[in-house]
């Protein structure tokens, strides 16, 4: 991996003191030069190639935005900061009018957020050096530049496709892959049911690369990741000013996939509130932006997915029956790997061919292990034992010692809970206990450990629940 050198940043300001925190902030990410006034800065920009000024406006002599008014003049591809202590507006009105400056930081800074706000400063300046790259290219090959975006969309297509999910010959993916290429071409929209980890995004993406909408934007939203008003903002976009923090217009996620595939993962997470406003937004095909007088039409496939049992949410009332059915136009169900272990050899093999260390292998025991395993994290969780073992491991050969402790051990499956009575009381009561304990830890393996699914499944609250798993001594486990 080729490493990016590490963009200058000048930093002025009278105060000896600050000047050296803020050399001291920036100095790990950075190339930083310091400078005690206007004057000295602009002798450091003459005879050092500065990216970013990083100035304190009140200073003797000149101020902070009329020395960044000059530094726009002769090098206007920097990106400029003011740092002052006084919320005067007539300076931040001149610093952005005049001085073109791109973040108005106050005093007292946070290092984190400082150093955030200097890393987004170096993006700009990357970001503006390859616009401006591009614009040359376009203007002197047009045809070079088709040629490239052409071969780029292949090379999407072929690490997004179906041919990305790795599977046997008798897998039980085949069958839903095989139904998901026939209505790939229709403009329907999908549900994808199943366990965390089971690559349900992947087969949205292979979904959208065989599609019509192949040419625009693939995009993704994972719906737990925020609440309700944060949600809405991110999916519909919000004008500036609609809320706190709003400091500028955003556009929403459906407005970015217009014309290609939005993806909403975990949509069963969301509120009955919220689901409300995202049916209507597919009913009529619009969005209105937060803080927005008017709607915005928009043309997306919308592909969902959940690990919830929908159908039970929509019995209980807990989802909206009306965009069930919006979104629900096909439904696929990803297996979880546990009901494929063909495929697991398969999936371990291309995850070694992927890596630097290709020419690694698993030992027979070890490939054992990942067979006799439950894998209850699904590919995502084999994808991790095979790069713990390729971290751990130094020889061509994985042995199964590199595997985690958990797929050495022989455990029984929970799947069957059964009383096993022999060499043990057989007493009613004691039986019952048994049979109780087998079915509350079935129950916490499907569920994770997640004690709200696990009550909800037995019919119990999750105070009884708790009292019965410190009764059962499953407490700990």
């Not at 993406?205 to 994972?222: C, D, G, K, M």
């Not at 070694?352 to 590919?379: F, I």
């Not at 997640?450 to 410190?470: F, H, I, Q, S, Y």
Request: charged residues 30%; aromatic residues 6%.
């Amino acid at each position: 991996m080729t490493l990016r050198a590490p963009l200058s940043v000048l930093v002025v300001d009278d105060e000896p003191r600050s000047q050296e925190t803020l050399r001291r902030t920036l100095e790990e990410d950075f190339t930083v030069f310091t400078a005690a006034s206007a004057e000295e800065g602009i002798a450091v920009m003459e005879r050092e190639f500065v990216h970013i000024v990083l100035s304190d406006q009140r200073m003797p002599g000149t101020s902070g935005v009329d020395f960044l008014r000059s530094v726009r003049d002769q090098w206007p591809d920097t990106v400029r900061l003011i740092l002052s202590g006084y919320t005067d507006a007539e300076d931040i009105i001149a610093g952005i009018n005049e001085a073109g400056i791109w973040q108005y930081l106050m005093k007292p800074w946070h290092a984190d957020q400082l150093l955030l706000t200097l890393k987004s400063a170096a993006d700009l300046w990357r970001l503006q050096q390859e616009n401006q790259r591009l614009s040359l290219e376009l203007r002197d090959s047009p045809e070079y530049l088709a040629r490239q975006v052409a071969g780029r969309r292949i090379q999407a297509k072929a690490q997004a496709g179906f041919e990305r999910l790795t599977r046997a010959a008798d897998s039980p993916l085949n069958e839903v892959c095989e139904l998901a290429k026939k209505i790939a071409r229709h403009d329907l929209s999908v549900l994808i049911t199943g366990d965390s980890g089971t690559g349900k995004e992947l087969l949205a993406r292979a979904i959208h690369y065989a599609s019509p909408r192949a040419e625009r934007s693939f995009v993704v939203e994972n719906c737990s990741a925020l609440p309700d008003t944060l949600l809405e903002g991110e999916l519909f976009g919000h004008k500036r000013g609609a809320f706190t923090g709003a400091t500028e217009d955003r556009i929403g996620l459906f407005q970015q996939a217009d014309g290609g595939t939005l993806f909403l993962d975990e949509i069963g997470e969301t509120s009955p509130a919220f689901q409300v406003k995202l049916l209507r937004a597919l009913q009529e095909g619009e969005v209105r932006p937060l803080g927005s007088p008017r709607p915005v039409a928009v043309d997306v496939r919308i592909i969902a997915a959940t690990n919830r049992d929908l159908d039970a949410d929509v019995a209980s009332g807990r989802f909206r029956e009306d965009l069930y059915y919006r979104i629900a136009g096909m439904t696929l169900y990803m297996p979880a790997l546990r009901e494929r272990p063909q495929d697991i050899p398969l999936i371990a093999d291309e995850l070694l061919k992927r890596s630097a260390q290709s020419e690694q292998r698993l030992s027979d025991e070890a490939m054992q292990c990942l067979l006799a395993y439950a894998w209850p994290g699904n590919v995502r969780e084999l994808q991790n034992e095979v790069r713990r073992a390729q971290a751990l491991g130094d020889g061509p050969v994985l042995g199964a010692e590199l595997l985690s402790l958990r797929l050495r051990l022989p455990v029984k499956s929970p799947a069957q809970p059964t009383a096993n009575l022999e060499g043990e009381s057989g007493l009613l009561k004691h039986q019952l206990e048994r049979l109780e304990e087998q079915l509350i830890r079935a129950a916490m393996a499907r569920h994770k450990g997640n004690k709200t699914r696990v009550a909800d499944e037995l019919g119990l609250t999750r105070l009884g629940l708790r009292m019965k798993l410190t009764r059962l001594g499953l407490e700990e486990a």
